[in-house]
Each structure stands twice: as structure tokens, then as C-alpha cells.
């Protein structure tokens, strides 16, 4: 052998990766969700005639809320279907017969869903970003037209500031890490899975039992005096599933409040904490099992 | 079980010892024993057939020996190194059953794709790809989809990347089913190639006529447990007889022979003119060298 | 199979042990900075329907807002103002920190409906018709004292509160304290303060404080020597009888 044999190889790792973004990105259902997408976020620039402040918040509305269903959409579908297609086409057994750790193999998987969701969210940013400046521009138009001029600079000032607010971008890399929780959670639904819709049914499930987990939680922690049985319900529902909603930066991006950098890490922290735990569970169970 | 022994220090490509496979039913108190006790030895330059009908546990046994699987007891090494270590997959290419691989990438690519999983990469990687792409015959659709390669191309290219990072071992689940006997032609020379160059195959197929053709040594699996092992000419041949092939000898000479024969106390079984396999047959007539009224040849294993 | 699905149980749970605490503190941190404001009651559900429901539960609370707001404003082309309060009530409980909802909502009752209100040709009495005016009134008002329930850090909703007390209520006194409040909040306007103090001077018993403070803003600079200011500040000398030597002179033609 003239190759040693490295028991970590970013170099295969990136192999596996760049692999899987390629298979990922022939899905039909992707560009079919990104171009949909897209049309949203660019049609909302031309909607509707509110008052300036409306403008905003809707188009802001639509374009975060298409950018949060696409992604989400995608990280389950796309992961679900991952390793049943590679153990179905025996690829997985090509590839695992030759020296790759089964960690590698699965952080390839993953790695390469990051990058699809990099990809697409970079994109509908762009989108979105330029949906934003025309419909700056358009209401600065009718904003300043007939104003004294001492009154225009305030107008133009308070117009910018409705339109692009800062706390845009921790609103945007929370809709990232979020995905990148639900990628994260289907591949552990589907380390033991029997087929890819059950595992899309199971992440759903989680999905929606998310956000209404920290209505458990807080209710477990306020009534000490509640019957044995809703508590560990409440327990079960609290300690098993993730805070989705907690996670949800959106709703008050678009409300105007300002995301302070300490919350922003602390939430951000949260989803990538639930993010590796999930991964390593993956990992765990996909080293064991039988293929 | 005759485990051979052809010199204490030649360390078996493939070392199976004791190896049992339990499959639990979930749900159920029985249990499904896929190999049972099973202890073989593989060694270096061999061509070694693995045989036994559907559910004889030869895949399980590949498996674990590839490392897919882990053994319920028992142990399976590969070159010394146990098959649970990765890196006892340095020495080994594997070819599963149908594989699909990736449609979307060309012949080309694939390979390139396998050598950098197995930690190859630049200019050596792209020698080795356009070599291996030669050996198995298909540099000229190496630009080409695996969407769009027939299934004799599929196992040409499963076999290149097989051999991407120049295993001392092959272990080849049904190397031709499905495919036409001109693609299966060409498969089985490959494996002869492989052999002369000193690498150790592994071969599990149904097809039993080609493996008669081409490995050293035949093991037969039933419901798990080795039924029978050991080398191909001493299990298939029939003891006490002799095959004799005369050319441009007449009726006369062979009256002689028999009375020769049969004056020493043996009989002459049968006395016939020689075939040549169909699948020669088939080859000749459809390759369009000869036509059928030409004479055949027999095609022969040195 | 088994062992690591049980490992991977456990792993989980421990996790999750360690996360609760950790995410008790973020949402009180989050409601310190007014986050996830929205109460999402099974009430809502019947007004929004089971979809809306859904959607908001499911993190497009903003989404299903805007799609309610703009109904609401369907239903004010049809000057439904009933269904338009129903609607604005959703729309608030929802995204309680957008502060336009709360101030819109309350324009439209207290100056659209109760105008509607009181020129109904369907309501021949008067009397019933000057009682529905005032509803509308009390709801607008209510629209914005909740509004400033929930976002107390925010000066415009105390400043629509006072309008309405000043135009709607008559009411200088609370219109003042409104203004005041408007003023204390960062980053308001500097005519709260102005505003505050004229409606002082029309609240009886205060106009001692009142030309205290118009004074002071007078003494500020120019910028402060607005028509309404300047008149005000006349009245309050007058009436208060200061002694001519601490009077401020201004000219007739500033009046």
C-alpha cells in the first residue's frame, strides 16, 4: 500500500460530501422548492399598497416565511432519503467496504446536506435582499415627494431603518441552524427507520411537538402539585424534545425588536448544542447496525 | 475441515475461524442461524469459490467478512488484520450484487469518486483511473453516464473501482449474473488476469459452470455450515477414471486402445467425439470471426 | 441493535435533563426582551381556524398576522367594523409587538367606526347613536392601553393614547400624563414634551406646573418657540398674574 492509512481524512470526508451535494442538488423537488421560493420572495417586492411600514413587514413576512418552509421542507426531505437510497442501490456497501470509518461516511452525509442548505439560503437571502432595496427604493420615492426638504432626511432615515434592520442576520442564520437541526434529527430518524415516509413522518412529528414543548416545560416547572401522570408526560414531552419555538427568530425580527448579541448566542448555541447531539446519536447508531 | 497448509508463514488472505451468525426474530423465541461454526482459509493467489444455494449464508459470511456486519462468535480476518479494524479494508476491493452506483456520474468520475474515498487523489488518482479504465475495457466510455452502461459495463466498472486502490484481495458477489456471455467472457478473463498478477479473489456465484472454469478452490455452504471444501480438480473429478483425447487416430488404432484397456482389467466407458462448449459456440458465431459451418475448437483450462 | 438504541436513549434524556434549565433561563430572557409576546390560546384557534392554528404554532405566527390584517382591511371596505375589531383582536394577540397593529386598531375604532357610529342612517335615536360612538371610543383607548401593556419600552402608543384622551375624551389631564410618559421613554420625540405640557395648562388646579414647565422649555432656544408654546405661555402669565419684571415679552405678531 502506498497510501497509509489516515484514521481521520478530511480529504475523504470532502469526498463523501461533495458527493452527496451533487446527488442532492439533481432532486427535481429541490428546484422545484427553491424556484417557488424564489417567486415569492421576488413578487413580494412588487405587492400590495400599505402604508410604508406594512410594505415591509409583509414582504419581510413572506420572504423569512418561505425562506423557514423551504429549508425545513428540504432538511427533512432531502436527509430522509439519504441512507435508504445508498443501502437500497448498494452503494453503501461499495463504499463501506473500502477503509472509511463509518463517522466519516455519516459526517459526509451530513456535511453535504450543510452545504445544499448553505447554498439555498444564500441564494434566498440574495433574493430577498434585493426585494428589500426595490421596495426601499419605491416607497423613498413616494415617502420624500411633496416633503419640505428640512423633513426628507428624517423621512429618508426612518424609511431605511423600517426596511433593513440589522437584526435581520441573526434572524436569518437562526433559520440555518434550525435546519441544520432538523437535517441533523431525520438522519437520526433514519439510522433506524424502516423507510424514508416514515422517517419524514417521525421528523414532523418532532417538528410540530418542538414548538409546543416549551408550553410543557414551563408547565411541568411552575405546578409542583400536579398529578404523577401529566408530570411525566410533561417530563417526557420536555426532556425529549427540542424547543423549536425558542428558536424562532423571525416573529420578532419582523415585529421591529432588536435581537441583543446575548440572545442571539445563547439561541444559537441551543439549536448547534441539539444539532451535535443528534449527529452523535446518528453516528452511534449507525455504527452498529447491521447492513 | 481441511484448512490447507501451505507453510506456516504464509499469512491467509482470508482467515474465517468458528464464525457464527445468530439472527434474533424479533418477537419470536427462534432464531435464525445464517453460518454455523464455519472455518476457512483463503490464501494468497487463489481464486476461491464460495458456493451454496440462496439462504446458505454465503453473503452474511462475505459481510462480516468485509467488516458490513459483526459476527455473533467467531472471528474473520483479512491479510492477519481482523475484519472489524477499517483498516483491514486497505487490502480488499469488493464488488457487491447489482450495484447501482451513482447514474449520474460518468465511468470516469466513479472511479475518481472511489479512489478519493479511499485516500488517493491527484495525479496518481487520475493515472490510476485511466489505467483501470483500460484493463477493463472501457476507456471509451469513460465519458459516458452509468445511466447509459449496459449491465456487462456496470461490472466492468464495478470491478475498476475494485481494484482502485490496489487491493491484494477481490471478494465478488455474482461478478456475472445478468450479464451476456461475451460481457461474462470478458469478466472471467479479467479474473484470470487478476490471478496471474498474484491477487487473491474471492468469487460466490450460481453460475457453476463458470466457476468450474476459473477457481482453485470450491467451498460449498447448506443452511449455513460448510458441507464441503477443499481443491476444484480433486472434488470434481471422478476418481478412478481417465480422459484421453486422440487426434487423427483411425477406427484401427482405437480398436487397439480398447483391447489394451480392457486386457488390463479397466473398461472404456464411452467412446465419443469431443465437444466444444455452447458458450464457445455462441461467442464465435456472434463475435462474426467464423460462421457456423466452420469447425469448432475446444476451448480447454491449461 | 438494541444496546445502542438504549444508549441512545439515555444519551438523550441526560441531554435533555441538561438543557431544561438552560432553556427555562433563554425564555425568560427572551419574555425580559418582550420575544414570543403572543399567547396562543385554544380561542385563537376558533378564530383563526385550525390551519391558522397550525401555522402559528408552528413558527409563522407573523405570517398568519399579516394574512388576518389584511382581511381586516377587506372588511373595512365593507365597513364591517365588528368583524374588523374581531379580526384586529387576533392580529394583536398574535404579534403583540408590532405596534402599528395596536395603533391602527385603535384609529380605526375610535376615529373610523365610531364616526360610522354616528351617523348610522339605520339608528334613528341619538342617544343610541352618541352611547355607540362612545363604545367605539372606550375600544380604541382599550386597543392601546393593552398595546402599551406590551410594549412598554416604545413611545408611540402612549402618545396615540394622549391624542385620543385630548380629542376624544376631553380629557387634558390623563392627555398629559400620557404625553409624560411618551417624553420618559428613550428616543422619543421632543414634542412629547411640549405636548405634555399644553395639555397641563388646560387641566385645572395645574397651571402653576404647567407654565413651570413651558418656561423652561421657552428658556431652551428658538427651536422651542412655537406658535401654540408661545400663545400658551401668554395665557398662563395672564392668568396666573406673574409679576410683570419675570414675564416673557412676546410680541403680538408671534400670537
Redesign the interface.
Known amino acids: 500500500m502506498d497510501t497509509p492509512h489516515k484514521i481521520f481524512s478530511p480529504a475523504r470526508l470532502w469526498a463523501i460530501a461533495s458527493n452527496t451535494l451533487l446527488e442532492l442538488v439533481r432532486l427535481k423537488v429541490f428546484y422545484f422548492l427553491l424556484l417557488f421560493a424564489l417567486l415569492i420572495i421576488g413578487s413580494s417586492a412588487f405587492m400590495l399598497d400599505f402604508k410604508f411600514q406594512e410594505q415591509f413587514q409583509v414582504l419581510k413576512d413572506m420572504s423569512l416565511g418561505s425562506m423557514s418552509i423551504f429549508s425545513w421542507l428540504l432538511a427533512v426531505l432531502a436527509t430522509a432519503m439519504l441512507l435508504p437510497k445508498e443501502i437500497e442501490d448498494r452503494t453503501l456497501y461499495t463504499i463501506l467496504a473500502k477503509p472509511v470509518p463509518r463517522l466519516e461516511y455519516i459526517l459526509g452525509k451530513l456535511l453535504g446536506i450543510l452545504a445544499l442548505l448553505f447554498v439555498s439560503i444564500l441564494l434566498m437571502s440574495v433574493m430577498f435582499v434585493i426585494a428589500l432595496y426595490i421596495k426601499q427604493q419605491a416607497v423613498l420615492t413616494d415617502a420624500v415627494r411633496g416633503l419640505p426638504p428640512e423633513q426628507t432626511a428624517d423621512v429618508i432615515r426612518g424609511v431605511k431603518a423600517s426596511a433593513f434592520t440589522v437584526s435581520l442576520i441573526p434572524c436569518v442564520a437562526m433559520i440555518y441552524i434550525k435546519s441544520a437541526l432538523l437535517a441533523s434529527f431525520t438522519l437520526l430518524a433514519s439510522t433506524f427507520a424502516t423507510s424514508s415516509i416514515f422517517t419524514i413522518i417521525v421528523s414532523f412529528v418532532v417538528y410540530f411537538i418542538g414548538h409546543v414543548q416549551g408550553i410543557a416545560r414551563e408547565s411541568l416547572l411552575a405546578s409542583p402539585n400536579a398529578s404523577a401522570l401529566s408530570k411525566v408526560f410533561l417530563a417526557f414531552v420536555s426532556l425529549l424534545f427540542p424547543d423549536l419555538r425558542l428558536l424562532n427568530l423571525t416573529d420578532d425580527v419582523v415585529a421591529g425588536n432588536a435581537i441583543s448579541s446575548a440572545i442571539f448566542l445563547k439561541t444559537a448555541g441551543l439549536g448547534l448544542s441539539y444539532f451535535c447531539v443528534y449527529t452523535l446519536a446518528a453516528y452511534l447508531i449507525f455504527a452498529f447496525k447491521e447492513l | 475441515m481441511n484448512i490447507d497448509p501451505q507453510g506456516l508463514n504464509t499469512i491467509p488472505a482470508i482467515s474465517i475461524r468458528n464464525l457464527t451468525k445468530v439472527y434474533p426474530i424479533p418477537f419470536r423465541r427462534e432464531r435464525v442461524v445464517a453460518v454455523k461454526d464455519l472455518s476457512l482459509d483463503v490464501l494468497p493467489g487463489q481464486v476461491y469459490g464460495l458456493l451454496g444455494p440462496n439462504g446458505s449464508g454465503k453473503s452474511t459470511a462475505m459481510k462480516i467478512v468485509l467488516g458490513l456486519i459483526s459476527p455473533t462468535s467467531g472471528q474473520t480476518q483479512i491479510f492477519g488484520r481482523d475484519s472489524s479494524e477499517v483498516e483491514s479494508r486497505e487490502d480488499v476491493g469488493f464488488l457487491p450484487e447489482n450495484p447501482y452506483f451513482y447514474k449520474y456520474l460518468t465511468g470516469a468520475e466513479t472511479l475518481h469518486f472511489f479512489g478519493k474515498v479511499c485516500g488517493l487523489g491527484g495525479a496518481k488518482l487520475r493515472t490510476k483511473c485511466a489505467e483501470l479504465l483500460k484493463l477493463v475495457g472501457l476507456e471509451n466510455a469513460a465519458s459516458r453516464r452509468l445511466g447509459g452502461y449496459s449491465k456487462g459495463m456496470l461490472q466492468r466498472i464495478g470491478l475498476a473501482q475494485a481494484l482502485v486502490q490496489d487491493p491484494r484481495l477481490l471478494v465478488l458477489d455474482e461478478p456475472t449474473a445478468g450479464v451476456d456471455p461475451a460481457g461474462s467472457r470478458e469478466i472471467r478473463d479479467l479474473i484470470l488476469d487478476f490471478k496471474a498478477r498474484g491477487i487473491t479473489v474471492l468469487l460466490c456465484s450460481h453460475l457453476l459452470g463458470q466457476v468450474q472454469e476459473i477457481c482453485d478452490r470450491i467451498g460449498i455452504l447448506y443452511h449455513g455450515v460448510l458441507v464441503r471444501e477443499g481443491k476444484l480438480e480433486d472434488l470434481v473429478s471422478i476418481e478412478n477414471q481417465t480422459e484421453l483425447i486422440l487426434e487423427n487416430s483411425s477406427p484401427a488404432v482405437l480398436e487397439q486402445v480398447r483391447a489394451l484397456v480392457e486386457k488390463s482389467g479397466g473398461r472404456v466407458v464411452e467412446t465419443r467425439k469431443p465437444q466444444t462448449t455452447l458458450e464457445s459456440f455462441f461467442l464465435d458465431v456472434t463475435s462474426g470471426r467464423r460462421t457456423a459451418e466452420e469447425p469448432p475448437h475446444v476451448r480447454r483450462k491449461e | ?1 438494541v ?3 438504549a ?2 436513549f439515555s ?3 441526560l ?3 441538561a ?2 434549565p ?3 433561563r ?2 425568560q ?2 419574555r425580559a ?4 409576546g ?1 399567547k396562543l390560546s385554544l380561542g385563537l384557534r376558533d378564530q383563526v381556524g385550525q390551519l391558522g392554528f ?1 401555522a402559528a ?7 398568519v ?2 394574512f388576518l ?2 382581511e381586516a ?1 377587506t372588511a373595512w371596505e365593507g365597513t364591517q367594523w365588528g368583524r374588523m375589531a374581531l379580526l384586529f383582536n387576533n392580529v394583536t394577540t398574535l ?1 403583540p ?4 397593529f395596536w395603533d391602527m386598531a385603535a384609529w380605526h375604532m375610535a376615529y373610523n367606526a365610531s364616526v360610522a357610529a354616528m351617523q348610522d342612517p339605520k339608528q334613528p335615536r341619538l342617544a343610541l347613536r352618541l352611547r355607540a360612538q362612545r363604545e367605539y371610543f372606550e375600544l380604541g383607548k382599550d386597543f392601546l392601553i393593552r398595546g402599551i401593556e406590551n410594549n412598554p419600552d416604545r413611545y408611540l402608543l402612549y402618545e396615540r393614547l394622549g391624542i385620543v384622551e385630548r380629542d376624544k375624551f376631553g380629557d387634558h389631564c390623563a392627555a398629559s400624563r400620557r404625553f409624560g410618559e411618551a417624553a420618559a421613554i428613550r428616543g422619543a420625540p421632543t414634542y412629547e414634551k411640549r405636548f405634555m405640557a399644553y395639555e397641563l395648562s388646560h387641566c385645572p388646579g395645574h397651571e402653576r406646573e404647567a407654565y413651570e414647565r413651558l418656561l423652561a422649555l421657552y428658556k431652551t432656544g428658538r427651536r422651542e418657540w412655537l406658535p401654540t408654546l408661545l400663545e400658551r405661555l401668554e395665557y398662563l402669565q395672564k392668568a396666573l398674574n406673574i409679576p410683570a419684571a419675570q414675564r416673557v415679552n412676546i410680541p403680538e405678531k408671534k400670537l
Not at chain 3, 33 to 36: D, E, G, K, Y
Not at chain 3, 57 to 63: I, M, N, P, Q
Not at chain 3, 97 to 100: A, G, H, L, N
Open positions: 441493535m444496546k445502542p438504541l444508549a441512545v444519551m438523550l434524556l441531554f435533555g435533563a438543557k431544561l438552560f432553556e427555562h433563554l425564555e430572557e427572551d426582551a418582550f420575544f414570543h403572543a397550525l404554532l408552528s413558527g409563522f405566527r407573523s405570517l398576522a399579516d390584517w389584511i382591511h404579534q409587538r408590532v405596534v402599528m
